[in-house]
């Protein structure tokens, strides 16, 4: 009975992911194919499940500084080394498509397109499988907080990738957010 709605909320997530990125599916001629594959939908999901444990070890970090507890790091330390299958498969599998398609081109040549790829791949996926692979590190509490929160900040940086920077040439325009939006969206 106690376990219905957490089976319930991993359900609703896990939809919700795969959902969201399905939604990207309808514009292929339109999304850049640093960001458009068929996999999107697996790419969403997976993502979403290094991020979401990288926001698990975040809300600990908050809780311990709200409460003056302590990192419970018999817990966190298995996640994060969760975390990092999780984002290392992610990686490699977006690497995969993009050699494939021959989208590389944008990165090496370092366009607007490419820049973003790397700053969201560099935040979401290198720096926190980088460090949180090693016991040493995954062990620190600092470290695993810094790893924890670039992942979710990867994740934030590839979803506006696919939704903004990589409709951008499509649609002819550059979209740059307004100092209402940039406050919101920090608070």
């Known amino acids: ?4 709605p957490l089976i319930a909320g991993v359900i609703l997530s896990t939809l919700h ?9 309808i514009v292929p001629s339109k999304l850049h ?6 996999l999107l939908p697996l790419f969403f999901y997976i993502s979403a499940i290094g991020a979401g444990i990288g926001m698990v070890i975040l809300e600990s970090y908050m809780s311990k500084r709200a409460f003056g507890r302590h990192l419970e790091m018999d817990l966190l330390e298995p996640l ?7 984002l290392g498969i992610y990686g490699l599998m977006r690497i995969q498509v993009i050699v494939r ?6 990165v090496l040549n370092l366009t607007y397109e490419g820049k973003m790829f790397l700053l969201e791949f560099v935040l979401g996926v290198l ?7 090693f016991r040493k590190l995954r062990t620190s509490p600092t470290w695993l907080v810094v790893g924890a929160f670039s992942a979710v ?4 940086v590839n979803r506006l990738n696919v939704s903004v920077t990589g409709m951008e040439r499509a649609s002819g325009i550059r979209y740059v957010p307004s100092v209402m939006e940039v406050i919101v969206s920090v608070t």
């Not at 992911?17 to 599916?25: E, R, V, W």
């Not at 994060?80 to 999780?86: G, I, K, P, S, T």
């Open 1 to 4: 009975m106690l376990f219905r």
């Open 17 to 25: 992911q795969s959902s969201l990125g399905t939604l990207y599916l």
């Open 33 to 38: 194919p640093l960001w458009y594959s068929q």
């Open 80 to 86: 994060a080394r969760a975390m990092v299958v999780a």
């Open 101 to 106: 398609n021959g989208s590389y081109a944008d």
């Open 127 to 133: 720096l926190p499988v980088g460090l949180l692979a």
């Open 153 to 156: 900040l990867g994740f934030v």
